[in-house]
């Protein structure tokens, strides 16, 4: 069990600075008090999640949502409050240029446009010292003959092949998919082959990231994984869950049995370890903000507690066997575990409070941000 608890508080979660604003879909935002009006109160609520779980040390910026005049600024205070800046998030999903697509647009002047963004967002890693440029597009189409599909791919391409040359010594950048919306017909990068075969043709410095909510209902998630992993193209995940589509809920929440066998083939695949990013990806619109963190983070960490505690060799010598009923059985002994007590004693021995839902709720710190932040704009949507 030690070398578990080891595997366990070397485990690394990291926030979306996006995940303490306000949001919500698009019939309504639900404004919540104390809510940050800037990048450094983000990030001050981003770090009582890493002090009560132990486990969250960085944070996610999204440009131009966590624009600063001094990004080394803004690092120093993340440095200052026991976190660090994470992964750099780009945008070219919210200017009205990019109505008709960004990289993949048809008009020269807005890809420069947007691949000058994405450039942008590499010397603001130079400036906070980020190892990682997260690339989500929401480019595609919304009726056959709009564009050219195979057109778009070749825009797409150019634009990634001069973003990876713009990439210094350790800096990567993850692709990330999705199958829809907000293109309802045809998404430019819509599943993990499309974001694998561009990532492949690029080299090494090129990743895919899985968010869990961006796949078809039914997915085999965990089997993308194994694969990616397999070939050297896991670069990350964006954590969350969803019933139906994009839904935004907490990771786990949804289906924790999927998060427990997406965390065995993680584990199984020899991709715990810090090469791969563990993000959370969730916009919150009823759940207080920084608890909904605090949970998602415990979700990941329950699954992944539950996916250590698989006998690997018990596990193989069924499959070798064919014992298909016995192999099942291995697998569903340690996810039927109960791994809580297991996690409080680790979070006791980390000087922790072994339930951290609890201790932020009496810690006073909600009620002291919705006192003191009264006024200023509510980050949010597009804030
Ligand atoms: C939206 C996109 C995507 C991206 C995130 C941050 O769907 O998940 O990772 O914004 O840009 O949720
Ligand atoms: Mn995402």
Same mark, same amino acid.
């Not at 919500?24 to 009006?37: D, E, L, Y």
């Not at 944070?59 to 690092?75: G, M, N, S, T």
């Not at 090129?206 to 992993?229: C, K, R, S, Y």
């Given at each position: 069990m030690t070398d578990i608890k080891a595997a366990l508080r070397a485990q690394r979660i990291e926030t979306p600075s996006w995940a303490y604003g306000n $949001?919500?879909?698009?019939?309504?935002?639900?404004?919540?008090? &104390?809510? #940050?009006?800037d990048p450094y109160e983000k990030l001050a609520d981003a770090a009582q999640v890493h002090a009560? +779980?132990?486990?969250?040390?960085?944070?996610?910026?999204? =440009?131009?949502?966590?624009?600063?005049?001094?990004?080394?600024?803004?690092?120093?205070?993340?440095?200052? /409050?026991?976190?660090?800046?994470?992964?750099?998030? $780009?945008?070219?999903?919210?200017?009205?240029?990019?109505?008709?697509? $960004?990289?993949?647009? #048809?008009?020269? !002047?807005?890809? !420069?446009?947007? +691949?000058?963004h994405l450039l942008e967002c590499v010397d603001i890693m130079d400036a906070t010292g980020s190892d990682t440029l997260k690339l989500w597009f929401s480019d595609g189409i919304n009726y056959p003959g709009q564009d050219d599909l195979r057109a778009r791919q070749d825009r797409l391409a150019e634009s990634l092949a001069e973003v990876y040359d713009r990439l210094g010594e350790g800096q990567r950048f993850l692709l990330e998919y999705k199958l829809f919306e907000p293109a309802f017909y045809a998404t430019d990068v819509p599943d993990w082959g499309t974001a694998y075969a561009h990532c492949v043709k690029l080299g090494p410095k090129?990743?895919?990231?899985?968010?869990?909510?961006?796949?078809?209902? &039914?997915?085999?998630?965990?089997?993308?994984?194994?694969?990616? /992993?397999r070939e050297g193209k896991l670069g990350g995940f964006?954590?969350? $869950?969803?019933?139906?589509?994009?839904?935004? /809920?907490?990771? &786990?929440?949804?289906?924790?049995?999927?998060?427990?066998? =997406?965390?065995?083939?993680?584990?199984?695949?020899?991709?715990?370890?810090?090469?791969?990013?563990?993000?959370?990806?969730?916009?919150?619109?009823?759940?207080?903000k920084i608890p909904g963190q605090i949970r998602s983070v415990m979700n990941v960490q329950e699954a992944t507690a539950k996916a250590l505690l698989v006998d690997r060799a018990a596990l193989s010598a069924a499959q070798q066997a064919g014992d298909v009923l016995g192999a099942n059985a291995v697998l569903m002994d340690a996810y039927n575990t109960d791994v809580r007590p297991l996690l409080a004693e680790l979070r006791e021995e980390m000087g922790l409070a072994p339930d951290p839902m609890a201790a932020y709720a009496t810690s006073g710190y909600f009620e002291k941000i919705a006192a003191e932040r009264v006024g200023g704009n509510q980050a949010g949507w597009g804030a």
């Open positions: $949001s919500g879909t698009r019939f309504k935002v639900f404004a919540q008090q &104390g809510v #940050p009006r009560y +779980t132990g486990i969250a040390p960085t944070v996610a910026l999204h =440009i131009p949502w966590d624009k600063v005049d001094d990004y080394a600024d803004l690092a120093r205070h993340a440095r200052d /409050l026991g976190v660090g800046i994470g992964a750099i998030n $780009s945008n070219v999903f919210q200017d009205d240029d990019y109505k008709l697509g $960004s990289v993949t647009h #048809p008009d020269a !002047r807005v890809r !420069r446009k947007a +691949t000058d090129a990743q895919v990231v899985v968010d869990t909510g961006h796949h078809a209902p &039914g997915t085999n998630i965990e089997f993308i994984v194994a694969f990616l /992993l964006d954590f969350n $869950s969803r019933f139906y589509a994009d839904d935004d /809920l907490m990771v &786990g929440a949804a289906d924790p049995f999927q998060l427990f066998r =997406i965390m065995y083939e993680v584990i199984r695949g020899g991709g715990f370890t810090d090469e791969v990013a563990f993000m959370l990806d969730q916009c919150h619109n009823i759940e207080p």
